[in-house]
Structure formats: structure tokens, C-alpha cells
């Protein structure tokens, strides 16, 4: 099974930057998709970004142009870089990979916003 650690979370304040990674530990076909999701205490977890290599990536609306996701898949890495943000972005933050019959997850890694 393939498994992917996350990391790159942390605190910072309204307007700071974080960079989430996440790495596969087996190669990850280009084509298939890769992204990530959150989740805040007491709200359903939701999609914040994908990604399938040669494809423009898919935002949700509340990303407003803040947030960039990319892939290395050499390094079988994918990366979330998170701009200008708002204690409403504070949630934990999973990877996840599409595979051929089964999304793969990360473990989480937490983010909190706040001044």
C-alpha cells in the first residue's frame, strides 16, 4: 500500500505563508491525480486542491488564488504552498494519491492561523 507523509504545518499569523509536502513512498503514476483535502474541528472535510501532471490544477473557491499546488514527480512529491492566510484556513491538512482502484491518504498535519 502506498503511503504518504506529510509535513511543512505549523502556527503562523493572518497573512503568513506555509508550504505543505507530501511524499509518496513508491512512485506515483503522472497521470493519475494527486491532492489535498482539510478538515477543521467540526466541519466536513473538503477538497482544497488537485493536481494531475500536464492538467491545470482544480481549486476549491475559497483558495482565491492564495494557495499553489504542484508536483515533482521524481521526488514523488507533491506540494501545497499557502499564501496570505486566514484563521479560517486553520485545519488539519491531508495529501492524498488516486490509485487504481483506492485513494491513498497522509496522516494530517496541522495548521493554525492566528495572530
Known amino acids: 500500500q502506498v503511503q504518504l507523509v506529510e509535513s511543512g504545518g505549523g502556527l503562523v499569523q493572518p497573512g503568513g505563508s506555509l508550504r505543505l509536502s507530501c511524499v509518496a513512498s513508491?512512485?506515483?503514476?503522472?497521470?493519475?491525480?494527486m491532492g489535498w483535502y482539510r478538515q477543521a474541528p467540526g466541519k466536513q472535510r473538503e477538497l482544497v486542491a488537485s493536481?494531475?501532471?500536464?492538467?491545470?490544477?482544480v481549486y476549491a473557491g475559497f483558495v482565491e488564488g492564495r494557495f499553489t499546488i504542484s508536483r515533482d514527480n521524481a521526488r514523488n512529491t507533491v506540494y501545497l504552498q499557502m499564501n496570505n492566510l486566514r484563521p479560517e484556513d486553520t485545519a488539519v491538512y491531508y495529501c492524498?494519491?488516486?490509485?487504481?482502484?483506492?485513494?491513498?491518504w497522509g496522516q494530517g498535519t496541522q495548521v493554525t492561523v492566528s495572530s
Open positions: 493536481l494531475r501532471s500536464g492538467r491545470d490544477p
Open positions: 492524498y494519491a488516486q490509485g487504481l482502484s483506492q485513494r491513498y
Open positions: 513508491e512512485t506515483v503514476n503522472s497521470g493519475q491525480v
